[in-house]
């Protein structure tokens, strides 16, 4: 299915670009046959050597790809439903349509106000049809051949047992096909019941997961694993979180039944929990950025006063320098410098790693002032605007700690899926952590920011970050 996923996103591109200028085409002859019925008459003159044809023709889809690169549509486009197919074209184009109508077509010259209202409807109409035609004739397509089986994508199974061995007749003997083609699977540690070796190879141990999964070019896992080996969900799951093209399915207990926490993409297929690896979709993601340089900037810029203010206080406390930078993991694990104002003695760490406390010795009375009110954390404005950090996220932490962190809760990992940030949840409600405790209990609360991340609820994040700030409240 990988190499059909490109011709799949080349068809697309193509039939949107078409579908683009054959509707500002249509809606430009109409526009001025409103305005004069005899323009088929010297039909050449009046459009084709208006200029503004023209620049439609080359603008527009460069318009309306730009929207349906912000909304994700090309991402997973092997996996589709026509129903989300309608649902998803026809809100992008209610929402793209509003905005070129009101910033382009609002001046336009109109016999009467009622001809906007026919203006927006042809427009709305034409751009709408053309463009989900092609999609859905496309997407009709490629689901008929999934479910003949003549399309798939290359599974494997984790898991050896009976139970793996009843996930697979399940998902084999299923009516209509899922389009899983199964190509071996992965035994557990310590799991004696291998009855799955009888039907398909087994293609190595948990250890050995992520080079499997290369080697095979693996792109949909199945999870069968039953109550007493939950344990290794959890491993599975962070070791393979940053391995975004993955589809992860996993078997239904009693309690995701009566919860409902089971979500079919058919009515057909064998009920398991999808596991999204994308915490954001795509057009929240591109928002999130552009909301973290638009704030970061204004931000600089407001602050600038503040932090000649603060530079001055931190130089006057102690000898050294102003800012301190100092190595921490970002995401994917890759290392960065963060840069924060000093708030601490120079050389406070000369003994090795350690964490502030309330009574802190090392820590400067105008540090002490700053940290309460958060002032020092200013400067990473600067680290958001190099794409280092996100102003909400996981606090990012130093190597030495992550590996004490992971000791005891391996799916610390999981935090490194995403971008930190200057504030985060566990933050707001912890502050600075004292101890690995501490820093595992804040680990708990971004754990959960994880799942519910969303641009509301970063903004009410940076909203109670704000008040600790003016209040004086951080820890």
């Known amino acids: 299915m990988k190499k ?23 809606f430009f002859v109409f526009r001025k046959y409103n305005v004069d019925h005899q323009v088929f008459e010297y039909f050449s003159e009046a459009v084709l050597h208006d200029s503004k044809l023209w620049w439609g023709l080359l603008l527009c889809p460069v318009y309306w790809m730009l929207w349906h690169i912000f909304i994700g549509y090309y991402h997973n486009i092997h996996r589709k439903s026509r129903l989300k197919e309608l649902e998803r074209t026809a809100g992008v184009t209610i929402v793209g349509v509003i905005i070129f109508f009101f910033v382009f077509i609002l001046d336009d010259i109109v016999n009467s106000p009622s001809d906007y209202i026919k ?12 463009t989900y035609i ?15 089986g003549e399309l798939g994508f290359k599974t494997i199974i984790i898991g050896g047992d009976k139970v793996a061995l009843d996930t697979y007749q399940a998902v084999i003997k299923q009516n209509i096909c899922s389009g899983n083609f199964i190509v071996g699977y992965v035994a557990l540690p310590e799991v004696e019941d291998q009855s799955l ?55 239904p207990q009693t309690q995701d039944y009566l919860m409902g926490t089971i979500r079919m993409s058919s009515v057909f297929y064998e009920p398991l929990i999808s596991i999204d690896s994308e915490y954001m979709s795509p057009w929240q993601k591109y928002l999130k950025r552009i909301l973290d340089v638009l704030i970061s900037v204004l931000a600089i810029i407001l602050l600038s006063p503040v932090y000649l203010i603060l530079a001055i206080g931190v130089k006057c406390s102690s000898k050294g320098p102003v800012f301190y930078m100092q190595e921490r993991v970002g995401y994917q694990g890759k290392p960065f410098k963060i ?54 996220g996981p606090r990012p932490e130093r190597q030495y700690y992550i590996d004490k962190i992971v000791e005891r809760a391996p799916y610390y990992r999981l935090l490194l899926g995403i971008k930190p940030g200057i504030t985060s949840w566990g933050q707001v409600k912890y502050g600075y952590a004292e ?22 609820m970063d903004i009410k994040i940076l909203i109670y970050t704000v008040l600790i700030i003016l209040k004086k409240e951080g820890k």
């Open 4 to 26: 059909n996923k490109i011709y799949l996103i080349l068809y697309h591109l193509v039939t949107d670009v078409l579908a683009a200028a054959v509707t500002w085409f249509i």
């Open 119 to 130: 203006y927006f409807f042809v427009l709305l109409v034409c751009q709408f049809f053309l």
């Open 134 to 148: 092609p999609r859905v004739l496309m997407t009709t397509h490629i689901n008929r051949k999934i479910h003949n």
């Open 197 to 251: 070796s009888e039907v398909l190879p087994c293609l190595g141990t948990l250890q050995e997961l992520k080079a499997i999964i290369a080697k095979e070019e693996i792109e949909e896992l199945i999870l069968a694993i039953h109550n007493g080996q939950r344990r290794y969900v959890e491993t599975i799951l962070t070791s393979l979180r940053e391995m975004n093209h993955l589809t992860l399915h996993i078997l």
């Open 339 to 392: 840069i924060k104002f000093r708030s601490m003695y120079v050389d406070a760490e000369k003994n090795g790693p350690m964490l502030s406390s309330d009574n802190d010795p090392r820590i400067t009375r105008f540090g002490l002032f700053m940290r309460k009110s958060r002032l020092d954390e200013f400067p990473q404005f600067f680290n958001v605007l190099k794409g280092d950090m996100s102003l909400v």
């Open 435 to 456: 101890n690995v405790d501490q820093m595992i209990e804040r680990m708990k609360i971004d754990l959960i920011y994880l799942e519910n991340m969303s641009i509301q």
